[in-house]
């Protein structure tokens, strides 16, 4: 499976786009597509704390990004990329219209970026004990 992703890595590229055009468009296409309203967010598990649906598009996302550069030098520059896009797309909230800023949303998408990191550590440093 990593192979797949390293070697067609428009699939990163492709749902990366797909974020930007949901964290931008002004409304919810989402809500548009399944309630036939614009201003209704669909909700896939309930808020804790965090945005769970932050939380899990910026995990799956991390998850992707990890699987298309394991083997890369260039990882490190994708988990900045990564964290750098969390903190301006949701910035960008302020100035979009029927979106607004939301610390939970922030932290939900740092979060979701921080869970995989802390996982993939976690993971290399116990391969280096089995040595």
């Known amino acids: 499976m990593i192979n797949f992703f ?3 890595k428009i699939f990163f590229y492709l749902i990366n786009l797909t974020l930007v055009i949901l964290y931008l468009f002004p409304g919810s296409i989402l809500g548009c597509v399944f309630f036939d309203n614009c201003k209704v967010q669909p909700q896939i598990t309930s808020d804790f704390i965090i ?4 939380f899990y598009a910026f995990v799956f996302i991390t998850v992707l990004g990890y699987l298309t550069y394991f083997k890369s030098k260039r990882l490190m520059v994708v988990v900045y990329y990564l964290v750098f896009i969390a903190i301006i797309l949701e910035i960008l909230h302020i100035v979009i219209p029927e979106r607004s800023f939301q610390f939970t949303d922030l932290f939900g998408n740092l979060l979701g970026v921080l869970i995989v990191v802390l996982i993939n550590f976690i993971i290399k440093k ?5 040595k």
């Open 51 to 54: 945005s769970s649906n932050h």
């Open 126 to 130: 116990n391969e280096i004990f089995k």
């Open 6 to 8: 390293s070697k067609y």
